[in-house]
């Protein structure tokens, strides 16, 4: 084995016999750009709703329940997919995310959730994962559609414009605290329920906990 | 032969009866044969205003002020509750729901709402912009102690 590293190493170092320096620059500049090109097309590939939804588990559950919300059809519209709630577009988090995303991989494998009823055991747990997520990065995939700053509350009802201004401008909360369950259904919350409209991920954990 | 008889009277009557309901009875098919589609009459817009309504009597659950479009009740969670529990109330600064949603039916008061009062919905209804479909004769007991004072002595 060493024998074999010791004899690699050495042609590795020896100096090109039959191509020139210039050649092999450009060679591996190339390849480079192929390998990442496939990589990231290999990204793109995986970042759409089509592929999300080509998993029965993501299928009958969640996409289902997605069809019925403003997220899905909507006057403008303008439409949100799997991908865009759920994937950051930054390309440094999206690959975080892809390695986390191995897992589910794992999971489809060993099928925790490949029934109805494994699902909504599991749901609970799911939820808490994206909902510590998004409020970890201050809601950010909401903020790439919706702005805090293109948002004209004088154009929303009195409701909606007294907890954007008393609560989502100062930074008290984020969006993610108050809407829940938006574009799918809740898991059973228990007394957390009574928290939903505006609690933290950690209130509704200790909530939950009770 | 009696039998007969009244057989053929009720078979004219329900005739001319279905007769009679054709002309008379404005359906929501309007005057659209059965075999096409009549056009559907736009939805009404549901009244998200915010400002409380006119409660018609002492008893009457309040009319909901605002849109509820996708508010999840149901055994998993009660979006209503959100801002309307007693724990909520702060942050929402909305009304809290009273004492009478948290009694049983033998009057005792529970820690949280009654499960006789969790589905909102069964009392508290959105009202749309729709044209009233008849005309509604509703007085409210104001207008009745009126009604009475202003007629005293002239009846018994």
Known sequence: MLGFLKRLWATIRRPSVHYSLGFLTMGGFVMGI????????????????????????MRDNVYAELKTTIHYTNRSGVR???????VPHDWTNKIARKMQASKEVW???????????????????????????????????????????????????????????????????TCIDCHKGIA??????????????????????????? | MKRKLSL?????????????????????????????????PAMAKEINSDLRQVRNYPEQPPL????????????????CLSCHSRAAVEISQAPMISITHFMNRDNQFLASVTPRRYFCNQC?????????????????IDQVLDYVKNNQGSSD
């Open chain 1, 80 to 86: 949100a997919t799997c991908p865009d709630c759920h």
């Open chain 2, 64 to 79: 909901i002020p605002h849109k509820i479009d996708g508010y999840q009740i149901d055994l998993n969670a009660n979006k």
């Open chain 1, 107 to 173: 999971g489809k494998i060993f099928g925790t959730i490949s029934t109805r009823e494994k699902f909504l055991d599991k749901r609970l747990e799911l939820a808490q994962h994206e909902w510590a997520r998004l409020e970890a990065n201050d809601s950010l995939e909401c903020r790439n559609c919706h702005s805090d700053e293109s948002m004209d509350i004088t154009r929303q009802s009195a409701r909606a414009a007294d907890f954007h201004q008393r609560l989502l401008f100062t930074g008290e909360k």
């Open chain 1, 184 to 210: 799918h259904q809740l898991p059973d919350m228990g007394q957390a329920s009574l928290l939903i409209g505006a609690g933290s991920a950690q209130e509704v954990s200790s909530y939950l906990d009770r």
């Open chain 2, 124 to 140: 508290h209804v959105v009202q749309t912009d729709a044209r009233p479909l008849v005309e509604n004769g509703f007085v409210d």
């Open chain 2, 8 to 40: 053929v009277a009720a078979l004219v009557l329900a005739v001319a009866g279905s007769a009679m309901a054709q002309t008379s009875i404005a359906t929501l098919r309007g005057g659209t044969p059965l075999n096409t589609e009549s056009e559907p």
């Open chain 1, 34 to 57: 192929v390998f990442w090109g496939g990589f990231n097309t290999a990204l793109e590939l995986t970042n759409t709703e089509t592929f999300c939804t080509s998993c029965h588990e």
